[in-house]
């Protein structure tokens, strides 16, 4: 996937307050060892349930950083997961979600300086 950050829409959401993107970022980076234990989890055990309420919780955060491409992929995994749709491999979506996420966050961090 290709990184797409909305820098306009994230600052408007943040009112331009840069030390709350920092504090953004620092927060998702602290909890990135979480996610990735917790998407392992939900991978092995292939719970369409899990899965939809994964992508459902973490859409909200991925899309306040302005991560459209990200946000719109994992609301897409969440409508289909929640229609039990057994044809996506959510095992590799779900690693290519955490790998995007780092990516961005990385991209994130250069644009701001963090």
């Not at 950050?5 to 979480?34: C, H, M």
């Not at 919780?57 to 749709?85: H, M, P, W």
């Amino acid at each position: 996937m290709k990184i797409f950050i909305d820098y306009n829409s994230l600052l408007d959401r943040t009112a331009g307050d840069v030390e709350l993107i920092k504090e953004i970022v620092s927060w998702f980076d602290s909890q990135l060892p979480i996610i990735e234990k917790e998407l392992i989890e939900i991978s092995s055990k292939n719970d369409l349930n899990e899965i939809a309420f994964f992508c459902h919780r973490i859409k909200s955060s991925v899309g306040t950083l302005s991560f459209d491409a990200l946000y719109d992929k994992l609301n897409f995994l969440e409508q289909e997961a929640k229609k039990n749709n057994t044809l996506i491999d959510y095992n590799l979506e779900i690693l290519f979600i955490f790998t995007s996420l780092k990516e961005h966050l990385t991209e994130l961090k250069k644009h701001f300086k963090l």
